[in-house]
């Protein structure tokens, strides 16, 4: 079976023009190995190879529009006209053989597809006029027919096709001056030996612009970028309202040709499209015909002429043995009949082709048809009876038609099923599989897409999201029930330990005492820093006293030091800690207050070398500063306080360790108040 390629049957021998398997263009490529002609071995011809052809069937007009529309959107990625002009007229080509009147004819693929690309490239901006110019530009004056082409013509250099190559009748390798016209150089015998050289050189002297008459190159005259970028829009815009045209759309048409500049020319009869197998089966034919003569007429003279520089066959290796005649006839008869037929002209309005599809056993383009037509249940039914189980269920998604969907749905993975589901938007039936799941979460989703907050609610409190649920309440102005899930959301975070999270919830729904009371079970230290971080600036004020009273009943001068130095009485909680001879927590207080003669003779006693120095230097103490020059390096190790300040200070790091590894929170910050 043919390849797309062109590769395919039995291994022949290469062809004169080509050299690789699978060269040239796609699907009109030759049979064996060999160049567009085919090669001369056994493989000649299209339709005998390797192929998908087979199993997909005949290329019509519309997958051929759909595979240059892909080409015209790579050239216009790259933005070149140029490149663009090729796929345009092979979709001009096309769409004039299908011979629509309207876009509406077209299948939905391929008129999206055709839309979009069009108007793409017909919004690609116009580029520069040339020096000199006027818009629209004057068309080109057409040449007369029979005039050689600008390139050559102009030389005089002699075709290539002008030389008779080697083998064929009164050319005979080692004669010269063999098959040249007059006036050319004389050829080498060499040169004369070896008709593929000698047409490659003929065609480079051609392409480089050499006169061959008298050896001298030619200069060709320089092209002007701009005219050619604008002659190549003017060309690709023409295209464009050509495409609109055949396309049954003249206003777009009218559009596209107004901005080419050119008036728009009568279309020649393009002959209707032919169904493919048919177009296919007689060109093989034809092929197969064309083949056999040139093989008959060229493979003597082609092993004379060759032989000797082929050099000698690699042996074959041992054919497998054949199948039985019967089995070889019974493989073609199976092939035959599973191969696809073409579309067969149907006739009536889209039911009785419909049914006349249905009838032929197409089972799967009747429901396509159906489907167009909006007839979702008969479309259903086709799709199923057709194998195509998740085209059924889409089209009954798209239908309504629940209960033919539900029949479906046990049918389709269970990964799968919501996903085709959404995007087909039945939330009724993905309500209905995540409640059977016991998925309440996405159900409280589905009720907040559709603006239910109510049930969005009661959903998330059935699956323990108190948050979420709270909030949906909050939106529906039922603040008993979110005041009810908040006291469910307080006593599980002091269940877990986040006692600033529930007191954070508390602030945030204005109830500061039920906050301080559920702050009030912790050490007092946590307990100020936590009111501090909710701005209770004056509950934890009425805390720092009272602590600050049962230090004084208690006699604890480290404790009433850390209450005074928190309720911002600096200066005394300072005299305080070097009374009770903590001096370096003396010292960073008397440099907190700006209080830096204390601070820096502190420092000296401390033997804190480079804090004294640093201190007497921001005095101005030049006798200070040479006597801390003279303290050690190293800081000796600290002497234990008194065995009462010791324990206080053991106590408060103790306070501020378990502060530090419970101070985490996952409630909103204090500052957010929420709606009431």
């Not at 009949?337 to 006349?356: H, I, Y």
């Amino acid at each position: 079976m043919p390849q797309e390629n062109g590769s395919g049957g039995p291994r022949g021998g290469r062809g004169r023009e080509g050299g690789a398997p699978g060269q040239g263009p796609r699907r009109d490529g030759p049979g064996g190995f060999g160049g567009r002609d085919g090669g001369r071995g056994r493989g000649d011809g299209p339709g005998r190879g390797r192929g998908r052809d087979r199993a997909e069937g005949p290329v019509g007009p519309g997958q051929r529009v759909i595979a240059e529309l892909s080409t015209l959107e790579k050239a216009l990625g790259k933005s070149d006209l140029g490149a663009e002009k090729q796929p345009l007229e092979a979709i001009v080509r096309s769409l004039r053989s299908m011979r629509v009147k309207s876009l509406e004819e077209l299948d939905l693929n391929v008129r999206g597809r055709l839309i979009t690309t069009l108007l793409r490239v017909q919004r690609q901006t116009r580029p520069p006029l040339p020096e000199g110019s006027t818009w629209p530009l004057a068309p080109a004056a057409p040449s007369a027919a029979g005039e050689a082409g600008s390139a050559v013509g102009a030389t005089g250099v002699v075709a290539v096709s002008t030389l008779t190559p080697p083998g064929t009748p009164g050319n005979v390798p080692g004669e010269t001056d063999v098959g040249i016209s007059e006036g050319s150089p004389a050829v080498t015998k060499e040169i004369a030996e070896t008709a593929p050289l000698a047409d490659r050189e003929a065609a480079s002297g051609v392409a480089t612009g050499e006169d061959v008459s008298t050896g001298a190159p030619v200069e060709a005259p320089a092209a002007d970028p701009a005219k050619e970028k604008i002659v190549a829009y003017v060309d690709v815009m023409y295209l464009v309202g050509r495409a609109w045209r055949a396309a049954g759309d003249p206003e777009r048409a009218t559009a596209a040709f107004s901005l080419s500049g050119r008036e728009p020319q009568a279309e020649r009869e393009e002959p209707a499209a032919r169904p493919a197998g048919e177009r296919r089966e007689g060109e093989r034919r034809e092929g197969r015909e064309r083949g056999e003569r040139r093989e008959g007429r060229e493979r003597g003279e082609r092993r004379e002429g060759r032989e000797g520089e082929r050099g000698e066959r690699r042996e074959r290796g041992e054919r497998r043995e054949r199948a039985p005649e019967g089995e070889r006839r019974e493989g073609r008869e199976r092939g035959e009949r599973e191969r696809r037929q073409p579309l067969p002209e149907l006739t009536g309005d889209w039911k009785e082709q419909a049914k006349q599809l249905e009838g032929m056993g197409r089972t799967r383009d009747a429901a396509r048809m159906h489907e167009r037509n909006k007839s979702f249940a008969e479309a259903a039914r086709l799709f199923e009876a057709g194998g195509d189980v998740r085209s059924a269920l889409r089209a009954a998604l798209e239908g309504k038609e629940n209960d033919i969907a539900r029949r479906l749905m046990a049918t389709v993975p269970p990964e799968q099923l919501a996903q085709v589901l959404e995007k087909a938007g039945a939330y009724e039936l993905l309500m209905e599989l995540y409640i059977g799941k016991g998925d309440f979460e996405n159900v409280a989703r589905l009720y907040e897409r559709a603006r239910q907050f109510d049930q969005a609610a009661l959903a998330y409190e059935r699956a323990g999201k108190l948050s979420l649920a709270r909030k949906a309440y909050e939106r529906t102005r039922d603040f008993a029930a979110a005041n009810r899930i908040r006291d469910l959301e307080v006593k599980a975070l002091v269940e877990r330990g986040d006692r600033l999270g529930a007191a954070t919830l508390l602030v945030n729904a204005g109830r500061r005492q039920e906050a301080v009371d559920v702050l009030g079970t912790l050490p007092p230290p946590k307990a100020f820093h936590f009111l501090q971080r909710l701005k209770l600036e004056e509950e934890a004020k009425t805390l720092a006293q009272k602590e600050l009273a049962r230090a004084e009943a208690e006699n604890k001068p480290a404790g009433r030091a850390r209450w005074l130095e928190l309720l911002g009485e600096s200066a005394t909680a300072a005299a305080l800690y070097e009374e009770i001879g903590r001096k370096e927590k003396a010292l960073g207080l008397y440099e907190q207050i700006g209080h830096l003669p204390k601070a820096a003779a502190l420092a000296e006693e401390l033997q804190l070398r480079d804090r004294a120095i640093d201190l007497y230097t921001k005095l101005g103490d030049n006798a200070g500063v040479q006597r801390a020059q003279t303290l050690p390096a190293t800081p000796p190790p600290k002497k234990p306080a008194d065995a009462a300040a010791a324990a206080e200070e053991a106590e408060e790091i103790g306070s501020e360790d378990q502060k530090g590894s419970e101070g985490g929170s996952s409630a909103p910050a204090a500052n957010e108040r929420e709606s009431q």
